[in-house]
């Protein structure tokens, strides 16, 4: 039997359900990318407020595929959140959304969506691959097919940033206030980075548009902090076998939930802060803090794991090595990058980190967290470099992270079997990598070159160069555990 409204009494008791009336929600709030992070982090901070505040139901969006909604529109929007550690599972059943919309099914029903008065807000989780932009720069990719297409024909638009403008463009003409735009993705500054896409969008197509969202949308920074593991069969099998009943896509987490948002909105907004979301003036130390600490960590894993063959972030931590590497990155190379954040117990949260990594019962797979690095680096790596070489300070731990990506992208793991490489650029990475063959003094300096990735400030500075061609070679001649060894004990003399 199928979890959904008719079979919530059959829950065992242990389970929490939705204490509201799915069916007497509002949708306040329309999310752009209804994957699993979302669904495992935001819908479940607010479904606790549902019952107080029937007011803020979400209308999922998905950009792209009918998965999710083809899996949930059966259970009536129903899924099963289970929070597992070594200690267990706390499972709850979130009801937070009141529809699912797919864009490519009627591309102009969704900014018709984001036109209804009750939306306030407007949020998403699209992954930095997303907001058709430029991540080494911040810009907005002008190039980008969907963003081409937008600028062609804005009332069924594709992507994120054109969704956006379509919608508010819409509310401007009906004389309505606007949205708040709520970006929760892994971008520094990361509403004043969409701020700042959405402007130049705008400005392509109507200069008094653009005018009127510079001048009456807010778009609030945020920092989002849990990990969603993709959900797999032996997932589905566990939450069956305790709910008692079939759930297509429930979500596997850690305990571990973290929000914080600068308190800025142009309506009004939930109570996020009675479900845990912390409310301040200023995201960006905090946001600082978890792209280079979580992010830039998690990532160096990663590779560095795939590599080695571990499958899980757990099995990662597990090669001693690595392990002490990454502890070593925290402490040594990144946090004296970090901004101080009085009263905020810096150490701890280091710590805190290193035991998420080890929960065995959280299956994050060093694949999926692999993916988009061409997208990633620059945030979670890169802006530590750029910190360091300016203060003078070595980077050895931190290249090796970044040539861990460089091998990763060959296509061709240790052993010689393939890598399934998922990125935007995989075709150019995987063309350059051929060409260059596996020499770390063809390859390195071949991949350094792509500007998007890169920039063309570390190209030119050879401490930067010098030091990613190195950590390449080290892999490439000792493999990723000889060269994880061979850092540790350089960096240490």
Not at 132 to 153: C, K, Y
Not at 281 to 298: F, I, S, W
Request: charged share 25%; glycine share 8%.
């Amino acid at each position: 039997m199928r979890l959904s409204l008719s079979t919530l009494d059959r829950l065992p008791a242990a389970v929490a359900r939705p204490d509201h009336d799915r069916f007497s929600l509002d949708s306040g709030i329309v999310h752009l990318g209804i994957g699993a992070f979302h669904r495992g982090h935001q819908a479940v901070m607010t479904d606790r407020l549902l019952g107080r505040d029937p007011r803020w139901g979400i209308v999922g969006v998905s950009l792209r595929s009918t998965d999710t909604r083809d899996a949930l529109v059966p259970q009536d929007g129903l899924y099963t959140v289970s929070a597992v550690d070594g200690s267990g599972a706390e499972r709850r059943v979130i009801g937070a959304h009141t529809a699912f919309m797919v864009t490519p099914e009627d591309p102009a029903a969704v900014p018709r969506r984001l036109a209804d008065p009750k939306v306030r807000i407007v949020s998403s989780t699209v992954t930095e691959k997303g907001y058709s932009h430029d991540p080494a720069t911040g810009a907005l990719n002008e190039d980008d097919p969907d963003v081409r297409h937008d600028l062609g024909d804005l009332d069924r638009p594709r992507s994120t940033v054109g969704t956006l403008v379509s919608g508010l463009k819409l509310r401007r003409a009906a004389g309505l206030k606007p949205f708040t735009v709520l970006a929760c993705d892994n971008l520094p500054a990361n509403g004043r980075t969409l701020r700042g896409l959405v402007l130049r969008f705008a400005e392509l197509v109507d200069r008094d548009l653009a005018a009127w969202i510079r001048d009456e949308v807010r778009f609030p920074s945020t920092m989002v902090d849990r990990i969603v593991p993709a959900t797999t069969d032996a997932d589905r099998d566990a939450v069956a076998a305790a709910i008692g009943l079939e759930d297509a896509w429930p979500i596997v987490t850690e305990p571990f939930c973290q929000w914080v948002i600068e308190d800025t909105f142009t309506l009004d907004r939930p109570a996020w802060e009675e479900s845990g979301a912390e409310f301040v003036a200023d995201v960006a130390p905090y946001e600082l803090m978890k792209l280079r600490l979580l992010n830039g960590t998690h990532s160096t894993l990663a590779y560095l794991g795939y590599l080695t063959g571990r499958a899980t972030v757990s099995e990662a931590m597990e090669e001693a090595g690595l392990a002490r590497l990454v502890e070593e990155m925290m402490f040594t190379e990144i946090g004296p990058t970090l901004p101080a954040l009085p009263g905020f117990d810096l150490d701890g949260y280091r710590r805190s980190l290193l035991a998420r990594y080890r929960n065995p019962a959280l299956k994050h797979r060093t694949w999926q967290i692999a993916m988009d690095g061409s997208q990633k680096l620059p945030q979670r790596l890169l802006g530590t470099i750029r910190d360091r070489l300016a203060a003078g300070q070595p980077i050895d731990r931190l290249a090796l992270g970044v040539a861990a990506w460089m091998r990763y992208v060959t296509g061709i793991d240790e052993s010689g079997a393939a890598i399934d490489v998922r990125d935007p650029l995989a075709g150019r990475l995987r063309a350059i990598a051929d060409a260059a063959g596996l020499d770390a003094a063809r390859l390195a300096p071949a991949l350094v070159a792509v500007r998007e990735v890169f920039g063309d400030d570390l190209p030119a500075d050879p401490r930067f160069t010098t030091a990613v061609e190195a950590a390449l070679g080290r892999i490439l001649a000792l493999g990723a555990r000889g060269a994880i060894e061979r850092t540790l004990t350089e960096a240490r003399s």
